[in-house]
């Protein structure tokens, strides 16, 4: 089961823990890269009697990806939230909790 969880930090922390967010799933995505290829680098693994391994090691795999990419596209909308934020302010300055995050606008030079 995934839930969501939200906090606040002030934006000139957002990109530091951007970077957190993100070096925590790159170091899950290595561990468990390194667990997949013990196995399916591995000649003595292609075999006949071990043919269910390797496709139960590469469905986990498959998984662990997907969710890496999910993660990736998460850091991704927050990222542009933060531009978007930094870029181009809100009028009023409130910031409303339900906006979608933009896209990256290229900064025009004045």
Do not use: W
Not at 34 to 58: C, F, M, P
Not at 87 to 100: Q, R, S
């Amino acid at each position: 089961m995934k839930v969501n969880i939200s906090y606040s930090v002030d934006i000139e922390d957002v990109l530091e823990n951007l970077f957190r967010l993100f070096s925590a799933q790159h170091g899950k995505i290595e561990k468990e890269l390194a667990a997949a290829n013990r196995v399916l680098g591995n000649l003595e693994n292609y075999k006949d009697e071990k043919i269910s391994d390797l496709a139960q090691t590469i469905m986990q795999c498959k998984e662990n990806i997907a969710t890496y990419d999910i993660k990736l596209s998460e850091i991704m909308n927050i990222l542009n939230g933060y531009y978007g934020l930094r870029y181009n302010p809100p009028d009023d300055g409130d910031i409303e909790d339900d906006v979608a995050p933009t896209e990256m606008e290229t900064k025009k030079e004045s």
